[in-house]
């Protein structure tokens, strides 16, 4: 608690600066420009930040909530507010047609793409007659709130830094709700999010919409306090400006946001100050200064500033321990699917056939899970096992063939669809958002399982919903174990606890067939055996399971029923007892049969039966 009084402290010294008469008059200036980029600054750490969406085209924006109130305000004599609520719907509707077309090129296309319309843009500010052309527009009245003018310096800043505070309490509300933890999993893990249905596209769109709306207000506020706009601070190096303090600040941090703008804005006026007097001439030298910064700050400090200084912080003023924090409190549960009578078939798979160019990784492979069995697909490295499993999951489409799930066909859905319909899957690497909580990526597993809008969960309405979507995540946690680690870093877990993490994650989705990519890979034997605790009791309250794995032991304890492939093809297929006496999986497994070997399920784990090479 002595952390959250230091924050107050710091905010009651920004409000009460301006009431200081003896404050210089210059601060203030300084401050209002630095909040005015921090509200854009804050988009961009949203966007690219967390987001991993790189715009160079923020200032665009910025420009159309400076121009729509500037031409609303001098044209019509309209109210600065309905200018404002003007330019809002004018930059979402345009964000997102620009986000349709330019969010889906990917790697080095996308900051292109956002340079050019950034430079369309700051050209159409600078070419049509009714904005003035590149003069701009001046004479805007200054904005007045219950009757104050907000003209001088002093009471503008007031409105400008209440909103960047509340953007900042809103962002950051946002990025630890529902729609948040999905947002965080764009950058690293779009495909392990869309497999719990998260709508990895609308996300991105959605969070290129709030970036460019926090620009316009932004801008807006920037028109009134200039009074005047020309096209020149909208261009493409401010663009540049703006996404360099996100980086210096920390790019995936909402008070990196400020911090960035504090740094950059004042060494920005040191430098101007500075440099022409060392130099002898007034060339400007700030962006040669800049790029050497960046070049630095990229080998040094990869992250920004801010994780820097919050570690600092911490460390003066004491942060909570993530092992001492207590569980979430209970809360209602969240609704169950209806699940199969035992017996049922849950998955039909009939001759499902992947070819990767001329390779057959899958060859006509069937067979059948049904409702309260765990079926095992074994077989060596590079048999097909995972192709199998994406082409079930939707991850991979299918070359030919049919897959059948809970008696509707599945295989021409996205992973996304299959999802919803309650198919719950790991992954043969893990991919996990280690910098987030173990009990937040288990609740990224529940994303489907009740709704929280964008908006909810930026002003905090969705608190009741998120209470049950954290209980459920503990409830899953503490079923496989993992119970003592609910607020630890993902990325600090073992290997073996990454994998049981991912099974709780599962879990959490409330899943009809639970699919399992080599989920005792990497585990010790206890982990191991404690691991088949969890599924056998998963599978006695009714779960079905596939499980691809290695360590035949594990498998031959575990399944009811075994599909053997090698080199794509089915083998083999019955119940574990026959299977390790089929001469053909022997083959495939030992090169050759060994008339001395015989597996005993009932006998201590050891490693009877390796397949060739190790896990990969
Ligand atoms: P397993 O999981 O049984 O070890 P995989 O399903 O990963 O095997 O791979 C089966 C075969 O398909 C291997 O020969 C592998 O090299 C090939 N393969 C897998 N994924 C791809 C891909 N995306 N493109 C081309 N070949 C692939
Ligand atoms: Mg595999």
């Given at each position: 608690m002595k952390n959250r009084n230091v924050l107050i402290g710091l905010i009651v010294i920004l409000v009460a600066l301006p009431l200081i008469p003896v404050t210089p008059e210059f601060w203030i200036t300084q401050l209002n420009y630095i909040g005015l980029s921090s509200l854009v600054v804050l988009g961009l750490v949203l966007l690219t930040g967390v987001g991993g969406l790189t715009s160079f085209g923020q200032a665009a924006f910025v420009g159309i909530g400076a121009y729509t109130t500037a031409w609303f305000t001098t044209q019509y004599g309209g109210s600065p507010w309905i200018a404002l609520v003007i330019g809002l719907v004018l930059t979402a509707a345009l964000a997102f047609f620009l986000g349709a077309i330019t969010l889906r090129l990917s790697g080095h296309y996308l900051p292109l793409g956002t340079i050019a319309w950034g430079l369309s843009l700051y050209y159409l500010f600078g070419n049509i007659e009714f904005l003035g052309k590149h003069d701009g527009i001046s004479g805007i009245e200054p904005l007045t709130v219950f009757g104050i003018s907000l003209a001088p310096g002093r009471n503008i800043y007031m409105l400008i830094w209440l909103l960047v505070l509340l953007s900042v309490w809103a962002t950051s509300n946002l990025l630890s709700s529902r729609p948040g933890r999905a947002i965080r999993a764009l950058k690293s893990g779009a495909a392990m999010a869309e497999s719990f249905g998260v709508n990895t596209a609308a996300y991105k769109i959605i969070i290129f919409v709030y970036a460019a709306l926090l620009a316009c207000l932004s801008g807006w506020l920037y028109a009134h306090m200039q009074r005047a706009v020309s096209p020149s601070p909208f261009g493409l190096n401010h663009g540049i400006e703006y996404l360099f303090m996100a980086v210096v600040g920390g790019a995936g941090h909402v008070w990196g946001a400020i911090l960035g703008s504090v740094l950059i804005i004042t060494l920005r006026d040191q430098i101007q100050n500075v440099l022409p007097k060392l130099l002898n001439t007034t060339a400007n030298f700030e962006l040669i200064v800049f790029g050497v910064l960046l070049v630095i700050m990229l080998q040094y400090a990869r992250d920004g500033l801010w994780p820097i200084v919050s570690g600092l912080w911490a460390r003066l003023f004491g942060a909570t321990q993530a092992r001492n924090r207590a569980p979430p409190p209970e809360a209602p549960a969240l609704p169950l699917r209806a699940q199969p009578q035992a017996g049922d078939p849950v998955l039909v798979v009939d001759a499902i056939r992947k070819e990767f160019g001329g390779l057959v990784a899958v060859n006509d492979i069937s067979f059948t899970v049904r409702a309260g069995e765990i079926v095992g697909l074994i077989g060596p490295n590079g048999a097909g096992k995972s192709t199998t499993f994406n082409l079930i999951s939707g991850v991979l489409p299918a070359t030919r063939g049919g897959i059948t799930f809970m008696g509707a066909r599945t295989d021409k859905l996205t992973a996304r669809e299959i999802a919803k319909r309650g198919m719950g899957r790991t992954f043969q690497h893990v991919q996990l958002l280690g910098n987030m909580s173990v009990i937040e990526n288990v609740a990224l597993g529940a994303h489907l399982r009740t709704h929280v809008g964008v908006v909810q969960g930026a002003l905090h309405l969705d608190r009741a919903r998120e209470a049950q979507l954290l209980h459920e995540a503990a409830v899953q946690l503490k079923r496989v174990g993992l119970?003592?680690?609910?607020?630890?870093?993902?990325?600090?877990?073992a290997l073996g606890q990454q994998r049981i993490l991912e099974i709780a994650r599962a879990l959490a989705a409330d899943p009809i067939l639970l699919l399992l990519d080599e989920p005792a890979a990497g585990l010790r034997y206890k982990e191991k055996q404690d691991l088949a605790k969890v599924l056998n009791q998963l599978r006695e309250g009714g779960m079905s399971i596939l499980l691809v794995e290695h360590d035949m032991d594990f498998v031959m304890r575990l399944t009811n029923h075994l599909v053997v492939m090698d080199f794509g093809t089915k083998l083999a297929e019955g119940i574990p007892a026959d299977i390790q006496k089929n001469p053909a999986v022997l083959e495939a497994y030992l090169g050759g049969i060994d008339d001395d070997l015989d597996i005993d399920p009932l006998a201590p784990a050891q490693q009877v039966v390796t397949a060739h090479g190790a896990s990969r």
């Open positions: 119970g003592e680690y609910l607020y630890e870093q993902a990325g600090n877990l």
